[in-house]
């Protein structure tokens, strides 16, 4: 039985673009969970000091857990989410193109993956900032604020610029390390047929 050459053609694209985008949001998340850590500790060591009644504040204290949910809900996630994306659909990795055209087709997923970052984080700021502002007509609609409606969308492009500058590098060394493994377990394949 066999299958059509186009379902086969999508589930070879899937799985290295299923490990490099893993690889990303786990390197990603491993980021973020230090960062979130370091935070903690940090109020920790210095948090009482710079208090009013010399104790710690909890609200301040859970506040880089509150910071963890919403990057891994906004950045992390729909980074990973489009870096899959583009190199399942977009610009699919293959070994045989080389290292450069798999480091070209890295940076293009990291500009996607930047990209579905800015759509979601654009989506949650303009939600919030129709949902923040006063009420027209005794509160039957919102009012439309621009400036919060202008500070969510330059935030959210502000976001995903940031996370295309810092993420494009892990982006493109998964993407050759994915395929160098690739290439390695097909060379060692057939060596053990050959041998």
């Known amino acids: 039985m066999t299958q059509p050459l186009s379902e086969r053609m999508t589930r070879e694209r899937a799985r290295p673009a299923l490990r490099a985008s893993g690889g990303v949001a786990l390197v990603l ?7 979130t850590i370091v935070s903690v500790i940090s109020y920790l060591g210095h948090g009482a000091v710079g208090s009013p009644t010399g104790l710690w504040d909890a609200q301040t204290l859970f506040s880089p857990f509150l910071g963890f949910w919403y990057s891994l809900l906004g950045q992390v996630l729909p ?7 583009a ?8 070994a045989a193109r080389g290292v450069a055209s798999v480091a070209v087709r890295s940076v293009a997923a990291s500009a996607i993956g930047a990209l579905v970052s800015f759509l979601v984080l ?6 919030t900032a129709l949902a923040s502002v006063g009420p027209w007509f005794g509160g039957s609609m919102p009012r439309l604020d621009g400036y ?5 969308l330059t935030s959210a ?7 295309f500058v810092q993420n494009t590098p892990v982006v ?12 390695l377990g097909r060379g060692e394949a057939r060596a053990s047929r050959d041998g």
């Not at 980074?79 to 994306?85: E, I």
């Open 172 to 183: 493109v060394l998964v993407g050759i390390l994915v395929i160098y493994l690739a290439t």
């Open 29 to 35: 998340l491993a980021q973020l969970l230090l960062s």
């Open 79 to 85: 980074f990973g989410v489009g870096v899959f994306l």
């Open 122 to 127: 654009a989506v949650h700021g303009v939600a």
């Open 148 to 152: 919060s409606l202008l500070f969510a």
């Open 157 to 163: 492009l502000e976001s995903a610029v940031t996370q």
């Open 87 to 94: 190199l399942w659909l977009v610009v699919p990795l293959s």
